[in-house]
């Protein structure tokens, strides 16, 4: 099973207990993570979760994370 499976799964669940883990997978330094924990936090749907995904949003460099960051924040 791929990260990206087990974040998605992760993201489906909508346990609110899972955003911790998500918010501090926003920090890795591979940006593919990055962009995973972000799309897995816009699947959980946790409005709690916002505040991480501005601040991956504005210091993120990568296109690949603010595409999925944004999408997290539709």
Same mark, same amino acid.
């Given at each position: 099973?791929?990260r990206?499976?087990?974040?998605?799964? *992760?993201? &489906?669940?909508?346990?609110?207990a !899972?955003? /911790?883990?998500?918010e %501090?997978?926003? $920090?890795?330094?591979?940006?593919? +993570?990055? *962009?995973? &924990?972000?799309?897995?936090?816009? !699947?959980l /749907?946790?409005?709690? %979760?916002?505040? $991480?995904?501005?601040?991956?949003l +504005?210091?993120?460099?990568?296109?690949?994370?603010?595409?999925?960051?944004?999408g997290?924040?539709d």
């Amino acid at each position: 099973i791929s990260r990206a499976a087990l974040l998605s799964a *992760a993201g &489906a669940t909508r346990d609110p207990a !899972l955003r /911790g883990g998500l918010e %501090a997978l926003l $920090a890795s330094p591979d940006p593919e +993570t990055q *962009a995973q &924990a972000a799309t897995a936090l816009g !699947l959980l /749907g946790e409005r709690a %979760a916002v505040p $991480a995904l501005r601040r991956a949003l +504005t210091q993120s460099s990568q296109p690949t994370v603010k595409v999925a960051v944004a999408g997290a924040l539709d």
